[in-house]
């Protein structure tokens, strides 16, 4: 059964950092881009980074750029983002999502491109 598990939300205060991490069962991530989006209420849910499949490739999201880093663990079939400098902003439902083929070097950032999706994890900045 394929599976993704999201794990690292919660509460935290403006300027702290979290850890995010996806952690698939049932099949490999090697080959495939990884992405993470993230969804406010009352809000389309957006990209925020992504890795391609070997690790060597990434893209952000302006509003996060500088901020979070997206990484990945092959061997332990796992991808991560760190959020640091947290806002308000931020606060939202992080979802990863695996890319619809095998592809090599480079990943992207679109919502249609992905298609399989883990449960999601709250993120709230708050004071």
């Known amino acids: 059964q394929l599976q993704f598990v999201e794990s690292g939300g919660g509460l935290v205060q403006p300027g702290g950092s979290l850890r995010l991490s996806c952690a698939a069962s049932g099949f490999t991530l090697d080959y495939r881009p990884i992405a993470w989006f993230r969804q406010a209420p009352g809000k389309e849910r957006e990209g925020v980074a992504c890795i391609s499949s070997s690790g060597g490739g990434t893209n952000y999201a302006d509003a996060v750029k500088g901020r979070f880093t997206v990484s990945r663990d092959n061997a332990k079939n796992t991808v991560y983002l760190q959020m640091n400098s947290l806002k308000p902003d931020d606060t939202a439902v992080y979802y990863c999502?695996?890319?619809?083929?095998?592809?090599?070097?480079?990943?992207?950032?679109?919502?249609?491109?992905?298609?399989?999706w883990g449960q999601g994890t709250p993120v709230t900045v708050s004071s």
């Open positions: 999502a695996r890319y619809r083929t095998r592809l090599v070097g480079i990943c992207v950032l679109s919502r249609a491109s992905y298609d399989y």
